[in-house]
């Protein structure tokens, strides 16, 4: 009894660490959203902008420092005192040693600065960094996003090409038989019994190509949703086959709303900021600083931790540039010239999104014009093929004319594979030049 009840609880452990679990889109998007190194990397990005928000704010808090210092001067330095003449007297020329050989010094020390323009432009860059920061990872989101949407579809796509290959089998399954009773019969040659087989044959390796696609396919998803490859995972293989409306995607005033542009904005805007910052080199400086401590001294070790004496000041400083070698001028120059590309690069990405949204909308218009002419053939050349068939089978028509009906049969399904992806491919391209990516998280 105990000995089954073990097996049974193996087996039950077993068949839930190979479980296969099912997943939507939806479900990948949000899995990635959650488990993707890239948004992990983002969000780290993030806390080191409001870390480095932090840094900048305090350079204008009090600086406070203490110091400890002990000396032993193992050689005095030596001074001169030169000869003197009171009157009728001349003192010689003398060499002396001041100062003791043992020092300490405790103390502490305050400073303020009160106005430094460099300092305060620092401040003020702090928000956009952040802001930049932010938005960064908003931008990888939507990447992560996109990348598994194109996985998750290229999946879709093989399964919708393992339908068409399963009811060809089935199809040529079916016929294989009555083509040998033909060929018994003396109705039709050989060559054209192995014609039928070497497409039966076809269709077989075809499949074990797709099986060895799709594993690949599935693998290329769980990079890009930040799964574990040795997961097992399977997709929900039912999607939405109705088609958008592609005059909804000409809004071309949505691009300035585009993370992209977003980005360029806050980087400009940034760029002005620490052109500012560099302009400060051209302002005074001014601080406080206030100092207490005291100081030892003696020519025997005890007495410079035993004979203190205290000292203490405060003091305003002020330091005016005057001329830096023309650093600063240089600076500022190449500043302005940075700035001035960066809005002329902004006005061509504008212009090169406007052009990526208009020619999305002509290429899912005709995708769909496709899509919709490819499924119509299909449908037409199946019935052909499927009154075809029948007629071949009673012997009204001649193998050819069956042969050619399963022939175009066929090439109106790869037509129909070949319109079906470029049609998804073409939709999601569209969402995503008008910003509608985060619409397949719903």
Known sequence: MKKTA???????????????????LKQCIDYALKNHKSIKMSENDV?????????????????????AKWDD????????????????????????KFGNQYNSLVGIELDQMLFN?????????????YDIAKTKK??????????????YYNILLINENEKLLKQNEERLSKTIPIVKLQYDKGVIRKIDVDKVQVNYNNIIAHQQILASNKQVALNNLKYNMGMSLDSVITIDTVYSKEMVDANNYVDTTNIKNKIEMQLMRKNIFLQEILLKRTKAAYYPQFGFYAKYGGLAFGNEFSQSFTRWSQFASIGFKLD????????????VRMAKLNIANLKEDMALKEEGLKLQMLNAKTTLQNSQQNLLLSKENIDLAKNIYDVTTL?????????????SAEFSYKEAEQNYMT?????????????????????YKQ
């Open 6 to 24: 073990l097996l049974f609880a193996t087996a039950l452990l077993y068949s839930f660490a190979f479980s296969q679990t099912t997943y939507t």
């Open 419 to 439: 319109s079906l992806v470029g049609y998804l491919q073409s939709k999601i391209e569209a969402d995503k030049s008008n910003n509608n990516i985060n619409s």
């Open 138 to 151: 908003i931008k990888t989101e939507e990447d992560v996003t996109y990348n598994t949407i194109i996985a």
């Open 73 to 96: 001067n193992l050689i005095l330095q030596s001074s001169v005192i030169p000869s003197l003449t009171f009157g009728t007297i001349t003192t010689p020329e003398q060499v002396v």
């Open 320 to 331: 005016i540039p005057i001329f830096d070698g023309l650093r600063t001028s240089s600076n």
């Open 117 to 129: 323009w460099s300092f305060i432009q620092g401040i003020k860059a702090i928000k956009p960094g």
């Open 391 to 403: 007629q071949y089978q009673k012997g009204v028509i001649s193998y050819t004319d069956w042969i």
């Open 47 to 67: 806390e080191t902008a409001y870390a480095r928000k932090r840094e900048g704010q305090s350079v204008y808090l009090p600086q406070i420092n203490a110091q």
